[in-house]
């Protein structure tokens, strides 16, 4: 993975692997030492201290980290035990080459420069056991977040007056969001509206209105395949910032009104046929013949 020399840092080694820490962090001793000498099998198990939110490729437990005294979130990535073996294969030969969580600690730097709401990245450590493929861990803090806006979306429909208006105008949002990181050559990888978490507390939904979307506190998550742009020509740019753009879903937004509202402009043909292009399965032949649901 390509990253920029302005933010790149030089890991830090320690018995069990390595380990970067955010710049604001840098100087806490405590945290240092508690990332160095963590037991994380034993700190799995302390269910008085850490609460575990189970997902298919990386394990998520809140717990209140003691060294900065704040609510935290740590990411656990491993290949899940549900996977098929052609899978688990797959992502350990992936593994080698790529740090999904990696990924996601130079992605929350970016757009915490870029101006961009993100849980704030605390520090990301690996470690290689004698056997077994390397774990990787991502500490960030905890947002105070009631929905993702899929969610907000979906209650749009069922319980307002003039939903498509107002859901409208929320694509905008999003899409001004993908736009800025697309111009400052980086890609989210998943932009999907259920990786932007809402921490506005709506008490009705049937009361929003298009100005009120203006005020919505968004935070986007899942950087886990993120990538920086370097020295890319027009046309490849454009080719994969589309590919980016296919995973850009609001419900009951069609995928080309996405990319209007990216562009600020009815795509051309041709932006709407790469659109589709990708969306089919792209350089994928499998995903050409595969029966699954397709977006619209």
Not at 8 to 23: D, N, V
Not at 84 to 94: A, V
Not at 183 to 192: C, K, T, W, Y
Not at 290 to 296: D, G, L, P
């Amino acid at each position: 993975m390509y990253i920029p020399e302005n933010i790149r840092q030089t890991p830090r080694s320690y018995a069990l692997g390595e380990y970067i820490i955010h710049p604001d962090y840098k100087n806490n001793k405590p945290l240092e030492q508690w990332i160095e000498t963590i037991s994380f099998e034993q700190a799995e198990i302390d269910s008085n201290r850490m609460q575990m939110h189970s997902r298919k490729r990386n394990n998520l437990f809140t717990f209140k980290q003691p060294d900065i005294d704040k609510e935290v979130v740590l990411k656990v990535s491993q290949n899940s035990k549900h996977y098929r073996w052609y899978r688990k294969l797959n992502l350990s030969l992936i593994s080698l080459f790529k740090d999904y969580s990696l990924n996601a600690y130079y992605g929350g730097i970016t757009l915490e420069k870029l101006g961009i709401l993100t849980p704030k990245v605390i520090a990301h450590w690996s470690c290689k056991r004698q056997g077994e493929r390397k774990k990787s861990y991502l500490m960030y803090e905890k947002v105070d977040a009631n929905m993702t806006v899929f969610a907000l979306c979906e209650k749009l429909n069922l319980h307002h007056s003039n939903a498509t208006e107002v859901i409208q105008e929320i694509t905008k949002i999003l899409a001004d969001v993908v736009k800025q990181l697309h111009e400052n050559n980086f890609r989210h990888g998943d932009p999907h509206s259920g990786n932007f978490l809402l921490s506005n507390n709506i008490q009705n939904v049937a009361n929003m209105t298009t100005s009120s979307c203006k005020n919505l506190k968004l935070y986007l998550i899942d950087l886990d395949k993120a990538c920086f742009v370097k020295n890319e020509k027009p046309w490849k740019k454009k080719l994969l910032d589309i590919r980016c753009m296919r995973r850009f879903r609001v419900p009951g937004i069609e995928s080309n009104t996405c990319l209007k509202h990216y562009y600020g402009r009815p795509p051309s043909i041709l932006e709407k046929l790469i659109l589709k292009f990708w969306m089919k399965g792209g350089m994928n032949p499998y995903k050409w013949i595969k029966r699954s649901e397709k977006r619209i």
